[in-house]
């Protein structure tokens, strides 16, 4: 299994920039991919931005050029950096780290953190 740490959520201002930092330690050669999801009260987790550790990606929509997502292997850590931010990117952030694969495969999620973007 996995244990997980993000950081850097904040406050920041819309047209600014944060980066998320996702740590991961404990059984990581079985980690096989890293994603960003998002979520308001009483609305549904949405996803914000994957990568494999193959280096598949995956956006939504919303993110694409304004989101990166990239990952340090070596540290076993994943980032999204957010730029040029809006009001509507404010949410709680969540890391998920997929471990295992096929019958073995399950998410391990980080215990998220705010991101607030004001006007």
């Known amino acids: 299994q996995v244990h997980i740490v993000e950081s850097g959520g904040d406050l920041v201002q819309a047209g600014g920039s944060l980066r998320l930092s996702c740590k991961a330690w404990?059984?990581?050669?079985?980690?096989?991919?890293y994603g960003w999801y998002r979520q308001n009260p009483g609305k549904e987790r949405e996803l914000v931005a994957a990568r494999t550790r193959a280096g598949d990606l995956n956006y939504a929509d919303s993110a694409k050029g304004r989101f990166t997502v990239s990952l340090d292997n070596a540290q076993n850590t994943v980032y999204l950096q957010m730029n040029n931010l809006e009001p509507e990117d404010t949410a709680v952030y969540y890391c998920?780290?997929?471990?295992?694969?096929?019958?073995?495969?399950?998410?391990?999620w980080g215990q998220g953190i705010q991101v607030t973007v004001s006007s």
């Open positions: 998920d780290v997929q471990y295992g694969m096929g019958f073995y495969a399950e998410d391990y």
């Open positions: 404990g059984t990581t050669y079985r980690i096989t991919g």
